[in-house]
């Protein structure tokens, strides 16, 4: 990137025939959350659907960052089961001056 911060499209699927609700979250390699800029970082997400979602990471002064991007499903409040999945991918930005 030439700029203060990197820019990555994910695609979150749902792998379920019925509709969950999906939230996007930005950690550092500790998983300590990271102020990214998500859009969208919460949505409803139909059955065997995917969306592209945009995550724009700063540098915060560094010259690489490296950042999990997380996709959680969320469970609905009247479900019988309460799971949360998580599933996150490790990325890597570099800055080019």
Do not use: M, W
């Not at 065997?48 to 490296?66: C, H, I, S, Y």
């Amino acid at each position: 990137s030439f700029t203060d911060a990197f820019a990555v499209r994910v695609f979150p699927g749902n792998p379920y025939n019925q509709r969950i609700r999906v939230e996007v979250h930005v950690y550092d390699q500790d998983f300590q959350p990271v102020a990214a800029r998500i859009t969208p970082s919460a949505f409803l997400l139909a059955g065997q659907a995917t969306r592209p979602v945009l995550v724009v990471v700063p540098f915060d002064g560094a010259n690489e960052r490296k950042v999990r991007i997380c996709t959680e499903s969320i469970p609905f409040p009247s479900e019988q089961t309460q799971i949360r999945a998580q599933i996150c991918g490790k990325f890597f930005g570099h800055r080019r001056f």
